[in-house]
């Protein structure tokens, strides 16, 4: 398993995982601009509490969005949404995949280090 | 947006160009045009996982980013974040006028002669940092040579990045400059590792400060969105004609655009008292 996984391949892996998650959410928010001036035919930006990205936790705020989305209806500030939750979701996926590449080729030094971080984040986007 | 959108280009263009990042100088630009500083610092915190993540990609695809040493010295700036983060979204928002400016000042460490210099050599590792794999070895495209080395300090190491994730957390920017001082000084990171080492941490020490925003409600999708997609095509231009600038204009370029951010922040801190 050490041989056939290199850490070339992590390597890749991420520069993968990046670089989709970054062009994705770059896409969609572009969709979401052009969505957003269509819809409301000026392009302000209105700091009111509606327009903030809030819900229970980051997780929670993701899922009902893309149940949302699913569903087919959606509003420009809700396109918007996705794209800055695919952009904080990038480095969170690079993440996971270490830990799944480390506990693969059985690296428990490297395995914990990137557990803690991914343990750390996930509690900071589930508020607690 | 169209505006945010403009001017985050141009802040994307001398943010890369400088090796500033984009945050460092939206948030003084956005701040001139009333935008409260802790939205504008919330907002950077989101567009910073965009440029750092889209440069970092092609660095580690190269294998001269050193992801082990990143992975370990991440416990540290993600906790510091997460802590800065949380003293932005309590603290009074002329404080950090303040902070930013005085933090601008670590952005000349990046100007400092210990730094961009020759590779470091005879680096006696020490056992902490042998048992952390510490060391790597790249392709040095300059040089025409592969380039190997170790790096040493990971116990001081770690905790320094802490504040450097405090402080990127606390205003909203990479932190670059501070960063790459701590690999270069203390762990004795080669310069190209240690630049690109930096950008790799950047995108993940700003997923945890922005999480905290997203928790306060401070993170606004109209502002956070066309911040991303301007400083990302920004900096994507900005690192296609640095190697053709002279790297006198370069600085000059550096040297006007910081004292006129610290000067912006400091006008802002004083006429909020």
């Known amino acids: ?128 | 947006m169209l505006s945010v959108l403009i001017i985050s280009v141009f802040a994307g263009f001398l943010g890369s160009l400088t090796g500033l990042g984009g945050g460092s100088i939206m948030i003084p630009v956005l701040a001139t045009f009333g935008v409260p500083v802790k939205y504008a610092i919330a907002a950077s915190m989101v567009t910073i996982i965009a440029t750092s993540s889209g440069s970092a990609a092609s660095y580690v695809k190269e294998r001269i980013t050193n992801v082990k040493t990143a992975f370990y010295l991440e416990m540290f700036t993600i906790v510091g974040a997460i802590i800065g983060a949380t003293i932005t979204s309590f603290i009074a928002p002329r404080f950090l006028y303040f902070f930013f400016a005085g933090f601008l000042l670590t952005s000349f460490l990046g100007l400092s002669g210990h730094l961009r210099g020759e590779l470091p050599k005879r680096v006696k590792q020490d056992r902490f940092s042998k048992w952390l794999e510490l060391d790597g070895g790249y392709y040095d495209e300059a040089a025409k040579k592969e380039v190997s080395y170790k790096l040493k300090n990971a116990l001081l190491g770690g905790p320094c990045m802490l504040i450097a994730g405090l402080a990127a957390g606390m205003l909203g920017i990479g932190a670059g400059a501070f960063k790459v001082s701590i690999h270069e000084l203390i762990l004795k990171m080669p310069s190209k590792v240690s630049t690109t080492t930096s950008n790799f941490i950047i995108g993940i020490t700003a997923l945890a400060g922005a999480s905290v925003y997203f928790g306060s409600g401070l993170l606004f999708v109209g502002l956070a969105a066309p911040m991303a997609v301007g400083t990302t095509v920004g900096a994507l231009m900005g690192g296609r004609i640095l190697n053709r600038l002279p790297n006198r204009l370069v600085r000059y370029l550096f040297l006007v655009i910081v004292v006129a951010l610290i000067a912006q922040m400091l006008y802002q801190g004083i006429t909020s008292i």
């Open chain 1, 1 to 128: 398993m050490k041989r056939v996984l290199s850490e070339e391949k992590l390597d890749s892996l991420i520069s993968y995982i990046l670089i989709f998650g970054v062009l994705a959410s770059v896409a969609v928010e572009i969709v979401g601009i052009a969505d957003y001036h269509s819809s409301s035919g000026n392009l302000n930006i209105l700091f009111q509490h509606s327009f903030a990205m809030k819900g229970t936790n980051f997780f929670s705020y993701a899922g009902e969005l893309f149940q949302e989305l699913s569903m087919g209806s959606w509003s420009p500030m809700q396109v918007l949404g996705l794209g800055i939750v695919v952009l904080m979701l990038t480095p969170y996926v690079r993440v996971v995949a270490s830990v799944l590449y480390f506990s693969l080729v059985r690296n428990p030094k490297y395995l914990l280090i990137t557990l803690f971080v991914l343990i750390v984040l996930t509690a900071s986007l589930l508020q607690l």
